[in-house]
């Protein structure tokens, strides 16, 4: 199945869902093609329609697990909501009526959920001023609601409206820090005292901590006598050591005088942080980059890192190995595989195409930065990976999806984050082979 017969097909099958008609088995075959927690939650609600409750909460326990994100209310109150959602995910050419039918949702005594979710699928499409107005409604309703200002602050930092951005962000995470294994109940940093000792952890992935990292040496810079107690997950330690962060599993509560998360650090700041370190700031163990460098890279090639999928198998930012294919048949490239665990499918793709998986070799991320010291380019998805080869000023293609992270911004080519790093973005969704022509014309046009 291509992508255009799955999306007339999810179309079709969506159109009957709204009108009483659940054709169950064409789901199955859908998911068979994408994975997505939403289609998995439309059919929990068809099983549920047709009275069939086991396979209902199956579905639905398979939603949460892909995504724990969403709502996905066992009564299915905001399905419709959702449906519409899925609209949006599968064509930029929207169903006409989409307006309509969420304004009907909204006019009929909505819930928070009802508003994220309308908001959510006016992000799917790129649309951040209509997501907006339904976070604003839902404010003036839910004016005490962490999770609506939140996803208010998701859609402003789309629009680079940082002051407030970040002031959101941090309502939410004050709402759900006593929950985090890392957190320590102290009074949060705000520059109060420029000699004190501070506690700073991570609050949501290893590729967002890399990222906010650079506020961190900015901290360092400005407030030289501060001392920080650095918790990020464990596979980053042994690279901040390196780079002359002191880390700790969890500092003991007497020996700090404040707290911060890592997604916190900007709002210290209360500006466009892209201006602050935008690369270079994390750097490669040099003996073990020169190791790698004996046992991997001795040719003369262009070396060419690939990295293709997330830790979350039903990820929208997640790459089909095959899409890589032809860039593979590049003549004087040397691609290396940076995939920590090969699937039979994927080995079935890099095996005859003489792609070494130094992934294997990989305990943690100074292993990986060694790994990416080495490489010309590294080419992927939105991953900790090429937030990492980013970071330490990698020259980087990263492949994103057509609604991507707030970061990359809307249809930007060009980075602010890091300048050695370039977009190639969708410009339909799903539509991966037109975006992988113009990453292989990239690289044709480099290793000629």
């Not at 996905?72 to 050419?93: G, K, L, Q, R």
């Not at 004050?174 to 985090?180: I, Q, S, T």
């Not at 979350?312 to 665990?341: H, T």
Request: with cysteine; hydrophobic share 35%; net charge negative.
């Amino acid at each position: 199945m291509d992508i255009l017969n799955y999306e007339q097909k999810l179309y079709n099958l969506l159109l009957n869902h709204i009108n009483g008609k659940y054709k169950i088995e064409e789901y199955l075959d859908l998911l068979e093609y994408e994975n997505s927690s939403i289609l998995n939650y439309i059919l929990s609600h068809a099983y549920y329609s047709t009275d069939d409750l086991i396979n209902a909460d199956k579905y639905r326990e398979k939603a949460v697990n892909l995504n724990s994100n969403y709502e996905f209310e066992a009564d299915y109150t905001n399905i419709t909501a959702y449906i519409y959602m899925m609209f949006c995910t599968i064509t930029t050419h929207i169903n006409p009526f989409m307006d309509d039918e969420i304004e009907t949702i909204l006019g009929n005594n909505p819930s928070e959920s009802d508003y994220m979710n309308a908001s959510d699928a006016y992000r799917k499409i790129n649309d951040i001023s209509n997501a907006v107005r339904i976070n604003n409604i839902g404010q003036n309703k839910f004016p005490n609601s962490s999770s609506l200002k939140y996803d208010l602050a998701s859609n402003l930092l789309y629009t680079r409206n940082f002051d407030k951005a970040w002031e959101f962000n941090e309502l939410r995470f004050d709402a759900v820090r006593d929950k985090l294994p890392q957190y320590i109940n102290k009074p949060k940093f705000l520059l109060q005292k420029t000699s004190a000792k501070v506690y700073i952890y991570p609050v949501t992935k290893i590729g967002d901590t890399i990222f906010f990292t650079r506020y961190l040496f900015k901290l360092k810079e400005d407030y030289p006598n501060l001392k920080l107690f650095a918790s990020p997950d464990n596979n980053l330690q042994q690279l901040f050591e390196e780079n002359g962060i002191r880390t700790y599993e969890k500092p003991d509560k007497s020996m700090i005088d404040y707290q911060i998360s890592f997604e916190g650090l900007p709002y210290l700041y209360k500006d466009n942080g892209s201006k602050i370190l935008s690369d270079g700031y994390l750097k490669a163990n040099e003996k073990k980059s020169a190791q790698y460098k004996e046992q991997y890279f001795k040719n003369s090639k262009l070396k060419v890192g690939v990295v293709w999928r997330t830790s979350n198998s039903g990820d929208k930012r997640n790459i089909p190995i095959e899409i890589f294919k032809e860039i593979f048949k590049i003549k004087d490239i040397q691609f290396y595989s940076l995939e920590r665990d090969i699937n039979l499918q994927e080995e079935i793709v890099i095996t005859p195409n003489l792609i070494p998986n130094l992934g294997v070799k990989l305990k943690d991320f100074s292993d990986t930065a060694a790994m990416l010291d080495n490489l010309d380019i590294v080419v992927g998805c939105d991953t900790s990976v090429t937030n990492l080869a980013g970071a330490m000023g990698k020259k980087t293609l990263i492949i994103l999806p057509y609604n991507a992270d707030w970061r990359w911004g809307l249809f930007e080519q060009k980075c602010e984050w890091y300048k050695s790093v370039e977009l190639f973005r969708q410009k339909r969704n799903n539509d991966y082979n037109e975006v992988i022509n113009r990453v292989k014309t990239y690289l044709e046009k480099t290793v000629s």
